[in-house]
Every structure is written in C-alpha cells, then in structure tokens.
C-alpha cells in the first residue's frame, strides 16, 4: 500500500466529516444516472410525513414524575436512564389505539406522498419483528404487532410511498446513553446493524426512503456508511437514502451553522433539520420539521406552530426545490396527537385547492418576494402570496411571456387583467384574499 493509500485509509475511518474521504461518495457517470432516475418521483412528491414513534413516546416526557426538558425521543439521554431501566417501557408499551388505516389516511389526505417512520430510534428498539434482537415490538411488548408490516401494507394500499428511519446511534448497546453512542464492541453491534437494514429491506416491501441518523456516532466514519450504502443499493438499487448515512461535519449539531453545512457528498440528499435555507442548494434536499418543539411525543409540550406557518414552510421549501418532512409523534397509545390531526386536516384543506402549485413544482424564477414566494411547472408560473396588496400586485423578474393570469382557487379561470412593463408584470388582484395562509395566482407562459 502506498502512502497515499494509507493516509486515505485512516482518513476515511476517521470519527469526523473528512473532505479526503468524500470521494467514497463521489457518483460514476452510470451512478448518477441512476440517482436521477430514483430522485424523479421524490422531485414530484415534495411533502411527506415523519413518524418518530417508540419506548419514548410511552414515557411522554416524563421519567419518575419529572418532566425532562428537549427532544422527548431523547428522554433516556437527557435523564441518564440506564438501559436496564429504560427498557421496562416496553412492557407498558400497548398502543390500542394505533391503526395504520387512520395514520395513512391523515398522511394522504394532507397532499403527502411517502411516510418515514423510525423503525429503531436511538434507544435501540426496534419497531418491527426482528431477529437479530428480541427487544422489538413484537417480542418484549403486550401488544405484539409488527406496525412497521401493517403500515408498509396500508400504504401500499393506499398508494403511498413508505420509508424508514434508522439510528446507527444506538443506546440499548451502547456502554450508557451516551451522546456519543460509545460501544464496547462496535465490531459486533455493526454486524448487528447490517443484519437489521438486511431484514428491513427485505421484508417490508419498496422501501422508498432510508433516513439514517446518529451520524456523529463516535466510532461512524465515512468508510463504513459508504459499506453501508452499497449494502442498501445491493438489496433495493432504487431506495433513496440521505446524508447521514455517511458522517455530516460536526458543524450540524449547532443549528445556526448547520446551514452552512448542506454541501455533503454522502447520500442522495441533504438533511436540514428544524430549518430550510434561503438559498437553492445544488444537491436534492429536505427539511424535516417538527409541528411543536419535539419530534417523539411528550404530554407537556403545547407549543404548535399554526397551519398558516406550516403551509407557508411548505411553499418556502419547495419554492428552492426543497422536499418537506413534516413530523407527527404520535402517543404510547398509538394515537397521533389531536393539535397534529387538526393542523394536518387543514393543510389537506389548503392542499385540494393549490396543490398544483406544490406537487410536480420545483423553484420558481422569482425568489424571496416580499409579497411571497414562486414555483413552476412547464407552462406555468405560481405566484404564493402571503402578503395580499391593495389592487395591483407588481412582479418583478418576469424570464418569460405571460399569456394569462388567473386565481388557482377560481375553478373558472377567469382571466385577472395583467399589463406587461418591462419585464415585470401588474397583476390587478380583487380585494380579498382567496385564503388566509397563502393564495396563489397561476401565471401561464410560453
Ligand atoms: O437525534 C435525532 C432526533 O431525535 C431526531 O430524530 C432528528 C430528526 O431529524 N434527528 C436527530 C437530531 O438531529
């Protein structure tokens, strides 16, 4: 082995993002057709629903009556619970109120297209019948149901894309639930993880997405998640799998820089979380956002953002060819909180009317308005207006044509006057807005 060999070796094994090693992620002119080729329907989809459902959503924030601050998912880890402890929870774990029927439904009537769901969070259990461990679903609760197989046929019958959520952090063998998931033996915990992603991929159907997760893992590094993604790509070539996957720089974990850290070679896409950039970044991405402060339920956090912001998220993503990831966490009893279920129908409501201008759109040519934000599809130009303005709205930055103007919600198409100046365009408006959150006005081209 040559010297450059050997520094390449350690360098790709090393516990942190390393720029030498991103070349293990570097596509073939044959790979990146085919990352094209999975990314069309993921590029049409653009708004899918998170699920991040365990132990922890038994415990709803609270350990030995105490509520614990910060991610509710993260319980174990913010009050130090040793796993001989932590793992009572699943022998109180009985959600007789799941029904994946219901789930899907609410996820398809909102306009969402693919499901993610956490089959093994960092606590380590796993929500589907595996055989590399019998801290799972099946064998260690009174419930005994496989839900990763009952939501994977729901929506396969329902005609929505399911994906997985899976942790390389794992706190069930880890020495502590430790940030850094310190393993004494990660040889055989990696063997463990292969058999699981092996079982997952192999038995629930098309996976359509694999979010990985625990990146910083200390003992992770950019070789073993380029191993990892070739496994995937051996057992389901088409699955889209994202960033962190491979090892994200440490710059993630602090929220106001991790925008500027969303140039990473690993993966298909790009993970904003919790935020979506101004910019148009040059890789597939997509935000995942919780619809209060926590993505694993707890009893105590009320804090929910209105649909009005929700909706207006999912325009600002898309308007930058970005995919939204919208989270829900549904109860220990299996239930998606009510304040989700509300917000969730009333995005749908939005949805059936300006749907067109979300899914199938990507980054319109006119960006960051002060009156809103724009998408596209050939033809068309849609204009999302949060910012409703007496009589004429001006637009400025006009690349192309514009035959003719109408209201999305106006069903008749009545044309609205337009007067072409330069290349802007005044659009005469009537005086009330069709929709509170935002009312879209399609501009039709070429
Ligand atoms: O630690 C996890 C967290 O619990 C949650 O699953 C989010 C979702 O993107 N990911 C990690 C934090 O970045």
Not at 98 to 111: H, Q, T
Not at 131 to 156: Q, W
Not at 395 to 416: C, N, Q, T, W
Request: proline share 5%; charged share 25%.
């Amino acid at each position: 082995m040559d010297a450059r060999s050997i520094i390449y070796e350690i360098n790709s094994r090393l516990p942190f993002y390393n720029v030498l090693a991103k070349d293990l992620y570097e596509k073939t002119a044959e790979e990146t057709a085919a990352h094209e080729r999975r990314m069309k329907w993921w590029r049409e989809a653009r708004f899918g629903m998170f699920i991040h459902w365990g132990l922890y959503s038994v415990a709803a924030g609270k350990w030995n009556g105490i509520s614990i601050p910060h991610y509710g998912e993260w319980i174990m880890h913010n009050a130090q619970i040793p796993d001989k402890k932590y793992s009572r929870l699943a022998g109180k774990f009985n959600p007789l109120k799941f029904n994946a029927g219901e789930w899907v439904s609410i996820a398809k009537n909102a306009g969402m297209k693919y499901i993610v769901i956490t089959a093994k969070h960092h606590e380590g259990f796993s929500l589907y019948h595996t055989k590399m461990s019998k801290y799972n679903m099946v064998d260690a609760t009174p419930f005994g149901h496989d839900v990763i197989a009952e939501l994977a046929r729901e929506c396969s019958k329902q005609g929505i894309r399911f994906g997985l959520y899976y942790s390389q952090l794992d706190w069930h063998h880890a020495i502590s639930p430790n940030f850094f998931g310190l393993t004494i033996n990660f040889d055989k915990y990696y063997e463990f993880m292969k058999g699981q992603i092996k079982e997952l991929l192999s038995g629930y159907g098309d996976i359509c997405e694999l979010f990985f997760d625990g990146d910083w893992m200390l003992q992770w590094n950019m070789k073993l998640g380029a191993e990892l993604e070739q496994l995937c790509r051996s057992l389901q070539p088409d699955v889209i799998i994202n960033n962190r996957i491979g090892k994200r720089p440490i710059l993630v974990m602090i929220p106001a820089a991790a925008r500027y850290t969303m140039q990473t070679t690993c993966g298909d896409y790009e993970t904003p979380e919790q935020f979506f950039p101004d910019i148009i970044p040059n890789r597939d991405w997509e935000s995942n956002i919780t619809m209060n402060d926590t993505f694993g339920y707890k009893e105590n956090d009320n804090n929910w953002k209105t649909s009005t912001a929700l909706i207006r998220n999912l325009i600002e993503i898309v308007s930058r060819n970005g995919n939204f990831l919208l989270n829900v966490g549904p109860t220990g009893e299996g239930a998606i909180p009510e304040p989700s279920v509300k917000r969730l129908s009333e995005i749908g409501d939005w949805m059936r009317i300006n749907g067109d201008s979300i899914n199938g759109a990507k980054a319109g040519p006119i960006q960051n308005q002060r009156w809103g934000r724009s998408t596209r599809k050939p033809g068309k130009v849609f204009l999302h207006i949060f910012n409703w303005p007496r009589g004429v709205l001006r637009v400025d930055g006009i690349d192309e044509y514009v035959k003719k103007a109408y209201l999305l919600s106006d069903r008749s198409r009545k044309p609205l006057k337009i007067e072409h100046v330069g290349d802007s365009l005044n659009i005469t408006l009537p005086e009330k807005a069709p929709d509170r959150a935002a009312s879209v006005v399609v501009m039709m081209t070429g």
